[in-house]
């Protein structure tokens, strides 16, 4: 989702935050089945006292402070945040390092970089913890096979394009609705999206128009080349300094299907309503997984951080935090998520496995008519 993440994922990606103005700053942008990998001992933690574990992740991810300091008190340990770019930028990095790790989490891998992140380089140490508290993970988040016993599923997100209505009313535009609309003349010079290259969000939108197009997602791709799309290295640059509401020049943007409540909650009471509404035709599915890295130098740590980071304090801050929906089932939503956030009911969803057969093949056909 990867990628994960608005107004962070990640938004989301993740799977999976916005800058509005000078205050919004928000990450958005997303276990198998084996057994719980926890210890009654994770809550007392008294050879931990003092200690650190380190979570790599994306740029726009969010800390739930108040989850975080609730580990460091049952853990002794606090949790430090390796911020390692986009998602995909951050993936490379950890499979360059693969056996001798920055951190002992890596979080912010999402569907379509499963496969590189579970594939031989070794980056991760099987692990598939279950929810300590009542609930149980979706199981329609979960990997299949291998890839479901390294990585475990935290959020899920939708990457949707995101409409600047109050812009388009402006204009008297109305504004896309599908994705053919978006290779109209009249939304020319309006869209900005993030490169499949090096971020989730990308990857996810462009798997979304290859299960959309079949074989003709080519000439899909060099028409929007064609009506001026800008594209972005990542998630923030598009939505930050790029995206109308941020006050850039583009009043359509690739983000989050959970972006626009952000922009009500961080409005400091500016915004009763979002700006932006999102475009449903154009969102693909993103989970967001955490594993444990091979390697790691605080790996008992690193088992209890993501054993909580399925907890009901680390997944009801979710939602407010990096505006994701919670993995967890039974999880409670808050009231801004309640009546803001949208899970797309048509919401594409490229299965792990076909992206990781398809990317490398698809990414250079994409640069071959984008770059």
Not at 21 to 38: E, F, N, Y
Not at 109 to 117: G, H, K, V
Not at 221 to 238: F, H, I, Q, T, Y
Request: proline letters at 8%; a negative charge; glycine letters at 10%.
């Amino acid at each position: 989702m990867t990628d994960h993440s608005t107004t962070r994922r990640s938004i989301p990606g993740n799977r999976r935050l916005a800058v509005f103005g000078v205050l919004l700053v928000v990450a958005l942008a997303a276990a198998a089945c084996g057994g719980s990998g926890g210890s009654d001992d994770s809550s007392s933690g008294s050879d931990d006292t003092g200690r650190v574990v380190r979570l790599v992740t994306y740029d726009s991810f969010a800390l739930p402070e108040d989850a975080a300091a609730e580990f460091q008190e049952k853990t002794g340990a606090r949790i430090e945040v390796v911020a390692a770019g986009d998602a995909g930028a951050m993936l490379t990095k950890a499979l360059l390092a693969a056996g001798a790790p920055e951190g002992d989490v890596i979080f912010g891998i999402d569907d379509s970089l499963a496969t590189r992140a579970t594939g031989p380089d070794g980056l991760l140490t099987p692990f598939s913890p279950q929810p300590p508290g009542r609930g149980t993970i979706d199981n329609r988040l979960r990997l299949p096979g291998e890839m479901g016993e390294q990585l475990t599923p935290v959020d899920r997100g939708d990457v949707c394009i995101n409409v600047d209505s109050g812009w388009f009313a402006d204009k008297g535009l109305a504004p896309p609705a599908t994705l053919d609309d978006l290779v109209d003349p009249r939304y020319r010079d309006l869209l900005v999206v993030t490169s499949p290259v090096t971020s989730s969000p990308g990857l996810a939108f462009l798997a979304g128009t290859v299960d959309e197009y079949g074989e003709r997602w080519t000439d899909w791709w060099e028409r929007l080349r064609r009506n001026g799309v800008r594209v972005r290295p990542s998630w923030d640059d598009a939505y930050n300094t790029d995206y109308t509401v941020s006050g850039g020049d583009r009043p359509l943007v690739l983000s989050y299907a959970s972006s626009p409540p952000a922009e009500v909650v961080f409005s400091e009471g500016t915004r009763n309503e979002p700006a932006s509404t999102i475009m449903g035709d154009s969102c693909v599915q993103q989970v967001e997984y955490a594993g444990l890295l091979a390697g790691a130098e605080h790996e008992d740590l690193g088992r209890k951080l993501i054993e909580f980071m399925l907890s009901p304090a680390w997944q009801e801050a979710l939602p407010l935090t990096n505006f994701v929906f919670p993995a967890v089932t039974g999880t409670p939503l808050p009231p801004e998520f309640q009546r803001w956030a949208v899970l797309p009911e048509s919401s594409r969803h490229v299965p792990a496995t076909e992206v990781g057969v398809e990317r490398d093949e698809w990414i250079e056909r994409w640069r071959s008519i984008m770059e």
